[in-house]
């Protein structure tokens, strides 16, 4: 049992840190992930001009973005299933970073000078770095991440700008503008080939941040 080894105090404090980050993590899942079926409903090619594809990314990025972290997750996942070799790794580093800062209890003296918390930290992180890189799963880990980040950035591109999400995005530009005194430089533009009301829902948005700066006018 890990409360053999480990204190009830340290015990406790695991168990709050965990259950804390994971009642976080489902909150922000439940209120800003969007619908699975809006988020692969279509597909279209940019205007291929660097602006068009920059208001494409930022735009779905600010509002799928818990979407593309489930989505990493689960390639994530899919790559320990299938590479046992990976999962073995981390399960190591992790047992290795819990029991050298959290269980062990005995001074670890380097070159005659004991490691403070910070320095167990480090040599977790050194340990696990060169471990990860002799076993090979740090280039399938890279190259997991990179597939990844490659399928997130391909959506962003040829997934057009919903109303509502160029809305939310002219919402935070114009609170931001509101906030620091400056004008967006996505709010000027003129004209949204993928969506011509945003003028409409800017200008919404613009005069709702002004209600709520000002509520005495």
């Not at 049992?1 to 909150?27: A, P, W, Y």
């Not at 992930?33 to 205007?47: C, H, S």
């Not at 490691?115 to 076993?135: D, E, H, R, V, Y």
């Not at 200008?203 to 700066?213: A, D, E, K």
Request: net charge neutral.
């Amino acid at each position: 049992m890990l409360s053999d080894i480990v204190s009830q105090e340290n015990l406790e404090l695991i168990r709050q840190e965990v259950g804390s980050f994971i009642e976080e993590i489902k909150e922000q899942c439940v209120k800003d992930i969007k619908p699975w079926k809006e988020f692969f409903a279509v597909f279209k090619p940019p205007q291929w001009n660097i602006s068009s594809i920059e208001q494409r990314m930022v735009t779905n990025i600010l509002h799928y973005r818990f979407n593309y972290i489930v989505l990493c997750l689960t390639i994530f996942c899919l790559r320990l299933l299938f590479s046992p070799i990976v999962l073995f790794s981390l399960v190591i580093c992790l047992v290795f970073t819990i029991y050298l800062n959290f269980i062990s209890k005995r001074p670890i003296i380097i070159s005659g000078t004991p490691l403070t918390p910070k320095g167990k930290l480090i040599a977790s992180a050194i340990f696990s770095l060169l471990f990860l890189i002799i076993s090979g799963s740090l280039e399938q880990i890279s190259w997991t991440l990179l597939i990844s980040f490659g399928i997130c950035s391909l959506h962003m591109i040829f997934r057009p700008r919903s109303v509502t999400a160029t809305a939310n995005k002219s919402y935070e530009d114009t609170k931001l503008s509101s906030l620091f005194k400056f004008d967006s430089k996505l709010d000027k533009s003129s004209d949204d080939v993928e969506n011509p009301d945003v003028d409409e829902l800017s200008g919404s948005s613009s005069n709702f941040v002004r209600r709520r700066s000002n509520p005495q006018n």
